[in-house]
């Protein structure tokens, strides 16, 4: 089976009640289109993984991230492929997250965090990311 390597952004902020809060993107095309994600894509051959990561935020979303520590590996198998995902933590630097081809997004904190309609590998991630909020 063939393996898609990719990058997602778990990008953190904090609301205006101090809560800290991430940023999930609800898939606009394709096979998964509706699935709620962590916006990235796939790595480039001669990228690192962050600079991958830095680019698809980029086009994505128009906004420029710092990238920070990988939270997990995720592997996960789908019917076609192997998906070999990193999950690192992010925060924004400078944009307004603009949706260039999600269908929507919303911010989550701990308590919303598994309201939305993930796609099947992003389960696996979940609970790191709930320990670490
Ligand atoms: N970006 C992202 N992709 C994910 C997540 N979870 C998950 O299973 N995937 C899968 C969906 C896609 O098959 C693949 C990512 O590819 P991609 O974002 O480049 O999207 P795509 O296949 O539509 O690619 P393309 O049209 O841009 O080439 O990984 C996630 O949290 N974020």
């Not at 086009?59 to 990988?70: F, H, M, N, Q, S």
Request: glycine letters at 8%.
């Amino acid at each position: 089976m063939r393996t898609i390597k990719v990058v997602a952004a778990v990008i953190k902020a904090v609301n205006e009640d101090g809560e800290p809060i991430i940023f999930a993107t609800q898939r606009g095309y394709g096979d998964f289109k509706g699935g709620w994600e962590f916006p990235g894509g796939k790595i480039e051959s001669g990228e690192t993984p962050q600079e991958a990561l830095k680019r698809e935020i980029l086009e994505e979303l128009d906004t420029e991230i710092a990238v920070g520590d990988l939270i997990d590996t995720i592997e996960f198998d789908y019917p076609d492929f192997h998906l070999s995902m990193e999950c690192f933590w992010c925060e924004i630097c400078r944009g307004d997250l603009v949706l260039k081809e999600h269908e929507a997004a919303r911010w989550l904190n701990k308590e919303s965090l598994c309201c939305v309609n993930w796609l099947p590998a992003d389960v696996l991630l979940l609970e790191k990311v709930q320990m670490n909020l």
